[in-house]
């Protein structure tokens, strides 16, 4: 008997039959340390921005009129920049730190030992009456904030978490 109808040959093009998609990737829950670390990032952050706005808005020797007047104003727009870069870096940074990325870290880490050296001369222009105690509490404040948030960040839970979530 002749069969003119054989089931058709699977062909080497044809799409596979199973289901393809994207992998999800596994979310790794982020350690009460951590969190309190982000936590303090934003702190820290704020009291940033308002140590800055009040350095801005304290009035200084320059006089209104003149040269000197025009030299502060360009002085304040240079600065006015500056604290903007800086603010979407301390942005970025704790954004990135925030979901775990190490390198966020590692730079957050080296830039608070890069401010370290700051720290006498801060309480030296408090004592030399160059700045009022009350920037001299804030800035110390705000060292000491960091600290503590770096000390959160090197935690053995915290490094466990970089390092899973660097694995996922």
Avoid at 8 to 36: L, N
Wanted: charge should be positive; aromatic fraction near 10%.
């Amino acid at each position: 008997m002749n069969n003119d109808y054989a089931p058709p040959q699977a062909s080497p093009y044809a799409p596979p039959k199973a289901a393809v998609a994207d992998t999800q990737a596994a979310h790794v829950m982020r350690p009460p340390k951590a969190t309190r670390a982000v936590r303090c990032l934003w702190v820290g952050l704020g009291l940033s921005v308002a140590i800055t706005l009040w350095m801005f808005g304290k009035p200084t020797g320059m006089e209104n009129v003149g040269p000197a007047h025009d030299m502060r104003a360009a002085t304040n727009a240079v600065l006015a920049v500056l604290t903007a870069v800086f603010l979407a870096l301390a942005v970025l940074l704790n954004v990135k730190i925030a979901r775990g990325r190490g390198w966020a870290r590692v730079v957050y880490l080296l830039l608070n030992l890069l401010w370290l050296p700051a720290l006498p001369m801060i309480l030296f222009s408090v004592v030399a009456g160059v700045a009022s105690v009350w920037e001299g509490l804030a800035n110390l404040v705000s060292f000491a904030l960091s600290a503590y948030t770096c000390y959160l960040l090197l935690t053995r839970e915290s490094n466990e978490w970089f390092a899973a979530v660097k694995a996922a």
